[in-house]
C-alpha cells in the first residue's frame, strides 16, 4: 500500500515531483489506489464536517431514506454551495495531478457525493462500483475512471474504513453493463487465497485514490459517530455523461483555473442535496 505525505517544497508547488508522481501512479496501475496524507486544509474539512454530520439528521427523516445496499450505509451529498466549496476538495491539485497523468487531459469530475458509514455492524456485500469496459481481456485495460474519496472524519476501521481489495481492478471477469455489481462469494474466497483485503487509516485532510474497477465494500462502524466521505469520480475525457453536477449561479469562477474539467450546471434555484438520493440494492439491514 502506497501512503504518499507531501514534502514542503512539494506543498509549496501543489504538485508531487517526478519520482513521487511516478511512484503514485505505479501504485495506481498496480495496487489500484494510493493514499495521499495532508492535502487538504483541516480547517476546510473541519467546516464540512459540521455541516455533513448536521445533514445526516436530516437525510435519516426522509420518507426514502437512500442506503446502499443495507441500512448503516448512506449515500449523502456534501453542501454544494458556498462557504464549503473548497479548491483543495473539489479541484485538489495533487489528486489532479495523478488522475490527468492517468486519465490523460480533459480528465473530468462527474460526481460530487459520498458515502457515510452509520454507527452500525453490517458490512456491504462486496462489489465493484464499475466493471470492465472490454471484460475477458487477457490483460486489464488501464483505468478510464477513478474515485477520489475524501473522509470528514479521521477513518480507521474501528470507524468503518473502506475494505480495499488490492490488484482487484485487473480481474477482467466483471462486465460494465452488468446489473448486479456484487461479487460472488466463491469469487470472494478464490481472491482471498490470493490477496486479501485491508482497511486503511486515512486521517481527516487526506484522500483515497482508487481505480473503480477495484472491489470493495462499506464496513461496520463501530463507534457512535457517522463517518461521512466524500466521492468524486474523475473520468477519461471520451466518457459520455449526460447528468451535470449543479452549483448556484455565482459559483462559476471556482471552476475553471483547474486541468480539471468539472461538470458542472450553474443554477438559481436551491440545489436539494439533501433528498434527491435513492436506494441501491437494498438488501435490508441482516445480510
Ligand atoms: O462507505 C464506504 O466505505 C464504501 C461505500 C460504497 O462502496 C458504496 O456505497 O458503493
Ligand atoms: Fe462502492
Redesign the pocket.
Known amino acids: 500500500m502506497l501512503e504518499l505525505y507531501p514534502s514542503e517544497n512539494e506543498r509549496k508547488r501543489n504538485s508531487f515531483d517526478a519520482k513521487n508522481l511516478k511512484l503514485a501512479l505505479q501504485a495506481l496501475r498496480k495496487d489500484g489506489f494510493v493514499i495521499l496524507h495532508e492535502v487538504i486544509s483541516t480547517n476546510h474539512i473541519e467546516s464540512l464536517r459540521e455541516r455533513m454530520l448536521a445533514d445526516v439528521d436530516s437525510i435519516l427523516t426522509l420518507d426514502d431514506v437512500p442506503f446502499?445496499?443495507n441500512d448503516g450505509?448512506l449515500?449523502q451529498d456534501p453542501p454544494p454551495f458556498p462557504p464549503y466549496l473548497f479548491r483543495d476538495v473539489l479541484l485538489n491539485d495533487f489528486v489532479v495531478q495523478i488522475t490527468r497523468a492517468t486519465l490523460g487531459e480533459g480528465v473530468k469530475n462527474t460526481m460530487y457525493s459520498g458515502?457515510?458509514?452509520l454507527p452500525n455492524e453490517t458490512q456491504?456485500p462486496l462489489?465493484v462500483?464499475h466493471g470492465q469496459l472490454w471484460p475477458g481481456l487477457k490483460t486489464a485495460t488501464p483505468a478510464f475512471s477513478i474515485v477520489a474519496?475524501v473522509p470528514i472524519v479521521d477513518m480507521t476501521p474501528e470507524n468503518?474504513?473502506?475494505?480495499i481489495w488490492p490488484g482487484t481492478h485487473l480481474d477482467t471477469t466483471r462486465s460494465h453493463d452488468e446489473k448486479d455489481i456484487k461479487i460472488a462469494p466463491e469469487d470472494e474466497a478464490r481472491r482471498r487465497a490470493v490477496v486479501g483485503p485491508l482497511q486503511p487509516n486515512v486521517p481527516a485532510g487526506g484522500v483515497i485514490i482508487r481505480d473503480m474497477r477495484v472491489w470493495?465494500?462499506?464496513?461496520p462502524n463501530y463507534t457512535d459517530t457517522p463517518?461521512p466521505?466524500i466521492a468524486m469520480v474523475h473520468f477519461v475525457r471520451w466518457w459520455h455523461t449526460n447528468k451535470s453536477l449543479l452549483f448556484p449561479i455565482g459559483t462559476e469562477a471556482f471552476f475553471k483555473d483547474s486541468p480539471l474539467t468539472t461538470i458542472t450546471k450553474f443554477v438559481e434555484e436551491p440545489i436539494d442535496y439533501i433528498s434527491r438520493n435513492r436506494k441501491?440494492d437494498y438488501q435490508g439491514s441482516k445480510l
Open positions: 446502499q445496499f450505509h449515500q458515502n457515510t458509514c456491504q462489489h462500483d474519496n468503518g474504513s473502506t475494505e470493495h465494500r462499506g464496513m463517518r466521505m441501491y
